[in-house]
């Protein structure tokens, strides 16, 4: 089953990563006479973006780097396998002045774009398609999102590095066959599932399921946050002041014991300890790093602990919702939440 997101972002002003950026969006031409409109993000010494001619308006994926602190050296991939155009000169806040080189016949041309007043939003709709991708037999149990990101190849590629097969289990896809055709009774990694959402702050957001096989079977979710404008997982310093949280993470403390206290009366009429079963904090303040970002809801926190596998049914929902009006006043000043809520 596939779906698709498509969402008209406004431009932000400061693309969230765990560093700083530069964002430059440019209008002028090529050779005088070719009107192209661009957006390039710089990040340290790399460069990202895209650019346009007006007479198309097709995207074209641009990735480079800064030679020093004022040239710059990028190329323009209209194949995600092979740069067709390269870019190098003068980038500053004032613009970019410098060529354009044909990489297939040589032929350079001037390229000079300035500064624009305007927002650069229409870099900002991109359109991301996705799909779980179930395994044929006898891994039927496996299904693995795949991606395609029409807004930037490189963005493209770091999505399948972040949800390759290895990263999200653990094992090897030759691996994972090799021990299902070799046992009755495979242990270790036998099921995958997940879900996607994505909110308007160009943030896409992976719940992947897993379920194991040892001494007794085994399910858990991996949560995995990634800035689409940068193609950067995110990490909860990112999107709140972790300086704030502390009566954030109290919040949570206190709903997830209300929640065991519903249970109580359960656990200990079938003769269970409770304090056996809660081992540690309810919540800490490292367990606000367990989150998902869910579309235009909010976040969702989830708590570390979990009851062992004989008292599962007995376990109060440790995933807490919170509104994005209620995170106000933690949201970071400059981070990708700031500008809309």
């Not at 109060?316 to 009006?325: E, G, M």
């Amino acid at each position: 089953m596939s779906r698709r997101y498509l969402w008209h972002v406004l431009f932000v002003l400061s693309c969230s990563t765990l560093f700083a950026q530069e964002i430059y969006v440019l209008e002028g031409s090529i050779a005088e006479k070719y009107p192209v409109k661009m957006l390039l993000c710089r990040n340290g010494d790399k460069l990202s973006g895209s650019y346009y001619y007006l007479k198309s308006g097709t995207l074209i994926s641009l990735e480079g780097f800064m030679r020093s602190d004022t040239q710059a050296d990028f190329f323009e991939f209209q194949d995600p396998a092979k740069p067709s155009g390269q870019f190098y000169g003068s980038l500053t806040q004032k613009g970019f002045d410098g060529k354009w080189l044909n990489l297939d016949s040589r032929k350079e041309l001037s390229a000079f774009l300035k500064t624009s007043k305007e927002t650069g939003d229409e870099f900002w709709r991109p359109t991301v398609d996705f799909q779980f991708e179930a395994q044929p037999d006898p891994l039927s149990d496996f299904s693995i999102p795949r991606f395609h990101y029409e807004g930037n190849f490189a963005v493209q590629k770091k999505l399948e590095e972040l949800f390759s097969f290895k990263d999200l289990t653990g094992e090897t896809w030759d691996e994972v066959k090799e021990k299902f055709a070799r046992e009755d009774f495979p242990m270790g990694i036998v099921h995958m599932s997940g879900k996607v959402t994505c909110n308007k702050d160009y943030i896409l957001s992976v719940i992947m399921s897993l379920g194991g096989m040892g001494a007794h079977g085994s399910y858990w979710d991996t949560r995995i946050n990634v800035n689409l404008h940068a193609a950067r997982k995110l990490i909860i310093g990112d999107l709140l002041n972790m300086n704030e949280v502390g009566p954030l993470a109290e919040f949570c403390r206190r709903t997830m014991e209300e929640r065991l206290m519903e249970k109580t009366q359960d656990i200990e009429n079938d003769g269970l300890d409770i304090h056996d079963l809660v081992n540690g904090d309810l919540f800490k303040i490292e367990d606000l790093s367990n989150f998902s970002v869910m579309e235009d809801e909010g976040i969702a926190f989830c708590a570390s602990w979990e009851f062992p596998h004989f008292a599962k049914a007995y376990e109060p929902d440790r995933v807490i919702l919170i509104s994005f009006s209620e995170l106000a006043p933690y949201i970071r000043i400059g981070g990708p939440l700031e500008a809309f809520y």
